[in-house]
T-cell receptor, first 116, second 115 residues
Framework: AQTVTQSQPEMSVQEAETVTLSCTYDTSENNYYLFWYKQPPSRQMILVIRQEAYKQQNATENRFSVNFQKAAKSFSLKISDSQLGDTAMYFCAFMKQRGYGQNFVFGPGTRLSVLP | DAGVIQSPRHEVTEMGQEVTLRCKPISGHDYLFWYRQTMMRGLELLIYFNNNVPIDDSGMPEDRFSAKMPNASFSTLKIQPSEPRDSAVYFC?????????????FGPGTRLTVL
């Protein structure tokens, strides 16, 4: 079974600074997808970024980028120029290439606070 | 589009009562998902539908839970009878074709408290 670990339950960062959230996973699959989701205080889950394991190039979405290390099974999220609106829970998630169902596994989350 | 709509936003009930949670997916989305979020277990997929047909319900915790999708624009998750350990936030999400490259859009969730 796949597992996703986020070793930082809470983090904080000053506005405009850069922060990196860690995620590691365990799988025997070779092809899969990794995700970062954001859950702000409004509770709604929002997709931040997605990485396909067969792509060596790290995904980027504006101020959000990932460092995907397939051999190390590591998938960290870097937030540049942090904004107050980035305050949220961040969940790392894993999905087998086959798609949804029980193949979609979420980590326990990291609570990020952006300080003014 | 208004996004995924869930009702009610909050539900407080007593143990033993029937609870029905409702979801309206984004129009045109073929896939609908029900999730449960608790402090102890995190976010778990309960069941998902493709074109109104349940595809995988292996995440449903027990027979007290049931989900239906009578048409493309409406789904329910029912708990009967409810128990205090069912207290959680229940999310509904939908996606276009259910592929890993499709984005799942989540609703705002229903916070259920069973006393």
């Amino acid at each position: 079974a796949q597992t996703v670990t986020q070793s930082q339950p809470e983090m904080s960062v000053q506005e405009a600074e850069t922060v990196t959230l860690s995620c590691t996973y365990d799988t025997s699959e070779n092809n899969y997808y990794l995700f970062w989701y954001k859950q702000p205080p409004s509770r709604q889950m929002i997709l931040v970024i997605r990485q396909e394991a067969y792509k060596q190039q790290n995904a980027t979405e504006n101020r959000f980028s990932v460092n995907f290390q397939k051999a190390a099974k590591s998938f960290s999220l870097k937030i540049s120029d942090s904004q107050l609106g980035d305050t949220a829970m961040y969940f790392c998630a894993f999905m087998k290439q086959r798609g949804y169902g029980q193949n979609f596994v979420f980590g326990p989350g990291t609570r990020l606070s952006v300080l003014p | 589009d208004a996004g995924v709509i869930q009702s009610p936003r909050h539900e407080v009930t007593e143990m033993g009562q029937e609870v029905t949670l409702r979801c309206k997916p984004i129009s045109g989305h073929d896939y609908l998902f029900w999730y449960r979020q608790t402090m102890m277990r995190g976010l778990e997929l309960l069941i998902y539908f493709n074109n109104n047909v349940p595809i995988d319900d292996s995440g449903m915790p027990e027979d007290r839970f049931s989900a239906k999708m009578p048409n493309a624009s409406f789904s329910t998750l029912k708990i009967q009878p409810s128990e205090p350990r069912d207290s959680a936030v229940y999310f509904c999400a939908s996606s276009f074709k259910g592929l890993p490259t499709d984005t799942q859009y989540f609703g705002p969730g229903t916070r259920l408290t069973v006393l």
